[in-house]
């Protein structure tokens, strides 16, 4: 069965940070592009980042860059998202998704940050 | 930034109905356009993709169409299980962008 699991959410104070994972299988993993998505609570969906099949190309939406890092290990077929310096606004659930129409997604992870 | 527009942001139907959701891009996207339906509580599941191929395994009932800046997804023979929110995505350029979503309601 082709899937993904998120792992790794939580709760965070302003400032800090958390490691995102999400683990595949079921397919060739080092074959796709991935993505994470997240959705605050009651909102719309919004993409995050972007990782091409091989690492050389990541992407982010403007209120993440210099916060966020996106990664994979395809040893472990295994995608990452660091997030370093977390803000209330960051309050979502993340999702992974499979290459760029997004075919695959997974159940997702919440995080939440609060004081 | 591309923005995408789903029109209308909410709809109520009974069930047996066909409805379409719109769905406009604010430069041309060519056909990299990709339909989600969201059930509270679940993740996304992925219908269409490349504007009007079905992803496997969704039934035939939904359809989508067009190319360049204007979508439109159509759900024919309504039954209790897709009222959802609808999602179109573009997918040509980065950031890739969302709509703002339709919820499909029973009437």
């Known amino acids: 069965e082709v899937q993904v699991v998120e792992s790794g959410g939580g709760l965070v104070q302003p400032g800090g940070t958390l490691r995102l994972s999400c683990e595949a299988s079921?397919?060739?993993?080092?074959?796709?592009?991935m993505n994470w998505v997240r959705q605050a609570p009651g909102k719309g969906l919004e993409w995050v980042s972007y990782?091409?099949?091989?690492?050389?190309?990541?992407r982010y939406v403007d209120s993440v860059k210099g916060r966020f890092t996106i990664s994979r290990d395809n040893a472990k077929n295994s995608l990452y998202l660091q997030m370093n310096s977390l803000r209330v606004e960051d309050t979502a659930v993340y999702y992974c998704?499979?290459?760029?129409?997004?075919?695959?997604w997974g159940q997702g992870t919440t995080v939440t940050v609060s004081s | 930034d591309i923005q995408m527009t789903q029109s209308p942001s909410s709809l109520s139907a009974s069930v047996g109905d066909r409805v379409t959701i719109t769905c406009r891009a604010s430069q041309g996207i060519s056909n990299y356009l990709a339909w989600f339906q969201q059930k509270p509580g679940k993740a996304p599941k992925s219908l269409i993709y490349a504007a009007s191929s079905l992803q496997s395994g969704v039934p035939s009932k939904f359809s989508g169409s067009g190319s360049g800046t204007d979508f439109t997804l159509t759900i024919n023979t309504l039954q209790p299980e897709d009222f959802a929110t609808y999602y179109c995505?573009?997918?040509?350029?980065?950031?890739?962008?969302f709509g703002q979503g339709t919820k499909l309601e029973i009437k």
């Open positions: 079921g397919f060739s993993f080092s074959s796709y592009s």
């Open positions: 998704a499979r290459d760029g129409n997004m075919d695959v």
């Open positions: 995505q573009q997918y040509n350029i980065f950031p890739y962008t």
């Open positions: 990782i091409s099949s091989g690492s050389s190309s990541t």
